[in-house]
């Protein structure tokens, strides 16, 4: 497994978590990240970006003000904050790591390794 994601849980509205995703080689973490996530019946969706040096950022306008996204290189291993959750940001949740890209994109497509995913799941 190249990306690990964990941090997941159950949590009520108004509640916080903070996600991780840990890379096995030391080689993504000159990799650009980011974290999608994928409610039931409905498509994968961008969520945060981070460039591979930390310094640009980049959220969906659903999140913006809410999550934050941040790396460790010397961890090898970047991070989501998500505080004031909602019950519509429940959803499976995926890192994902751009090998060419010096910030990734919101397109699935743009990137070359994903992580197995981590529940989030928040009630009312």
């Known amino acids: 497994v190249q990306l690990q994601a964990s941090g997941g849980g159950s949590v009520q509205a108004g509640g916080s978590l903070r996600l991780s995703c840990a890379a096995s080689l030391r080689t993504f973490s000159t990799y650009a990240k980011s974290w999608f996530r994928q409610a039931p019946g409905k498509e994968r969706e961008f969520v945060a970006a981070?460039?591979?040096?930390?310094?640009?950022?980049s959220y969906a306008d659903s999140v913006k003000g809410r999550f934050t996204i941040s790396r460790d290189n010397a961890k090898n291993t970047v991070y989501l904050q998500m505080n004031s959750l909602k019950p519509e940001d429940t959803a499976v949740y995926y890192c994902?790591?751009?090998?060419?890209?010096?910030?990734?994109?919101?397109?699935?497509?743009?990137?070359?390794?994903w992580g197995q995913g981590t529940q989030v799941t928040v009630s009312s």
């Open positions: 981070i460039s591979w040096s930390g310094d640009i950022t």
């Open positions: 994902a790591a751009d090998r060419t890209a010096v910030v990734g994109g919101t397109l699935p497509s743009e990137y070359d390794y």
